[in-house]
């Protein structure tokens, strides 16, 4: 589908007025009135279409009253997407930051729109075809467009700075199991015992690598005639300098596949369970084959990603049962931490990331 703007919800409007003042400082705008419109996909960051007859922009700011501070660095997003620009990768054009809480309430940046088609959901809007082979084909570009991100040139893109490799494996598994800790709202056996077994049975981690840390289908830009041309990937608020091999789990866990259980294959899971994508299986061996890594310890990777989603979904869930945040969606995602955690149990049970329905 096609994401495109809507009303914004109520609660999160933008001072406009505001916006234009400071966008004039910085770049030239067209003379017809400034119009603020609101993406209405996505769970984290706040987006919104910023537009002035052909002016055509998107604005990225933090979700309103979040505590969770260290996921939400508009400054740092904007960087990386500075890097990015400098080596032509396939993402948006940054345009301004700003760092002035007072113009909007919260630092925000601007950036510009990418046009195309989003892949989320298992009907495609007109014009757009889910078949057999134009899913083998995006599934193909989805990991050879992984592999070059995880070949991206730290020095020349100036991104080395984002992390340090040595030891990521252990910080994130730690981190994330204190975010757990610091969002729980529920008692689930799952994510405790997920979270355990994670922390005992840590590999290796591997040459670091600029990573996303959320890479899947809906952060995808494609070209709506042929969806192997991917455009530009969007949401870069979580990429670091850490563990390839990570990054691909987190796909993984995003990646259900036609065998999976029903509750598996519903939104806000992509679509990558229709006829002609990858198995999770496949996915990994065009990843082996297209980087030459060894993907070993698997189980770990998909189990790890589960449990991360689980946390994401926990602390959004959290925003909801504590009136920071009214959109009915999240009241829902503490179904996905149990859904997702005990996935992660059942594929550790089984030592596999297939076929783990009973």
């Known amino acids: 589908m096609r994401d495109e703007p809507t009303d914004i919800r109520v609660g999160e409007e933008l001072a406009v007025d505001a916006i234009r003042a400071f966008l004039e400082k910085h770049i030239e705008l067209p003379s017809e009135t400034l119009v603020a419109k609101q993406f209405p996909g996505g769970h984290s960051n706040l987006t919104y279409q910023i537009s002035a007859g052909e002016l055509d922009l998107v604005l990225r700011r933090p979700p309103l009253g979040t505590y969770v501070k260290s ?117 689930m056996s799952d994510m405790e015992s997920v979270s355990e077994w994670l922390l005992h049975h840590l590999p290796e981690s591997s040459t670091g690598t600029l990573i996303h840390n959320d890479y899947k289908y809906d952060n995808l830009v494609v070209n709506p005639s042929q969806l192997s041309d991917i455009r530009a990937v969007l949401d870069w608020e979580m990429a670091a300098v850490g563990d390839p091999l990570l990054d691909l789990g987190t796909s993984l866990g995003y990646w259900s596949q036609a065998d999976d259980p029903e509750p598996m294959r519903a939104s806000p899971f992509p679509p990558t369970y229709l006829p002609g994508n990858f198995t999770r299986r496949e996915l990994v061996a065009r990843y082996e084959e297209k980087t030459g890594r060894s993907v070993a310890h698997v189980v770990f990777y998909y189990a790890y990603a589960l449990f991360k989603i689980a946390v994401i979904c926990q602390q959004i869930y959290k925003r909801f049962a504590v009136g920071q945040s009214k959109d009915p969606r999240f009241g829902r995602l503490i179904f996905a931490v149990a859904l997702l955690s005990q996935t992660a149990s059942r594929a550790i049970e089984l030592d596999r990331i297939d076929r783990l329905h009973a």
């Open 71 to 187: 996921g939400h660095d508009m400054g740092r997003e904007y960087r990386v997407l500075e890097g990015l620009a400098r080596i032509g990768a396939r993402a948006p054009k940054p345009v301004v930051y700003c760092n002035d809480e007072s113009v909007i309430g919260a630092p925000f940046y601007v950036m510009e729109r990418v046009q195309g088609a989003i892949v989320r959901g298992s009907r495609p809007p007109s014009g757009v075809s889910y078949s057999a082979d134009q899913m083998r084909a995006l599934s193909e570009a989805f990991v050879d467009n992984l592999a070059s991100i995880h070949a991206t040139d730290l020095d020349a893109s100036g991104l080395r700075e984002l992390g340090q490799p040595d030891g990521y494996v252990k910080r994130q598994v730690e981190g994330w199991s204190r975010r757990y800790n610091r969002a729980q709202t529920d008692q």
